[in-house]
Structure formats: structure tokens, C-alpha cells
């Protein structure tokens, strides 16, 4: 299993606030750098993105990125396309 695979893998008991710095860590951890645009904060699992994406492909990149995280309930989607 790749690095990436467990890091990224179901975790029981994560609380809210461990899940979104999991999301934070991972985004930071991407080479491209927009990410520091974006704020992720997680509650009752579920994990509410706010930003301006410079895009709308950009936007669906960070959706995408959160989305990959099996632990969430669900997205709350409050980015801005700039």
C-alpha cells in the first residue's frame, strides 16, 4: 500500500478536529502552492471548504482532493471562483 493510499485510508475515531488537519497536511503537502488559499474546517464529519479558487478548474480540484478522504460524512462547498 503506497504512502499516500494509508494516509488517506478509513480511520475510526478521528475526531473533527484531527480530520481536518489530515486534509490541511495533505493539501499543504501538493506542489502547487494555491492551496494556502483554501480553509477547511471539519464538523460532525463534515468537511466545509471555503476560499476564492482562481477557477473553476481550480475549484474542482480542491473538491476533488477533500472528496478522497473516505472519512468525511460529506463537502460543504463555499468556494468562491474568483
Known amino acids: 500500500m503506497s504512502t499516500l493510499s494509508m494516509e488517506l485510508a478509513p480511520q475510526v475515531g478521528l475526531t ?12 499543504s503537502s501538493r506542489s502547487n ?3 494556502r488559499q483554501l480553509s477547511v474546517a471539519v464538523n ?3 468537511a466545509t471548504l471555503r476560499g476564492k ?18 472519512e468525511l460524512d460529506g463537502i460543504v462547498d463555499q468556494i468562491e471562483v474568483a
Not at 473533527?16 to 493539501?27: G, N, P, T, Y
Not at 479558487?53 to 473516505?70: D, I, M, N, P
Open 16 to 27: 473533527d478536529e484531527v480530520l481536518a488537519q489530515k486534509i490541511r497536511s495533505h493539501l
Open 33 to 35: 502552492t494555491v492551496y
Open 44 to 46: 460532525d464529519r463534515v
Open 53 to 70: 479558487a482562481g477557477s473553476y478548474y481550480q475549484r474542482q480540484l480542491w473538491l476533488h482532493e477533500v472528496k478522497s478522504f473516505g
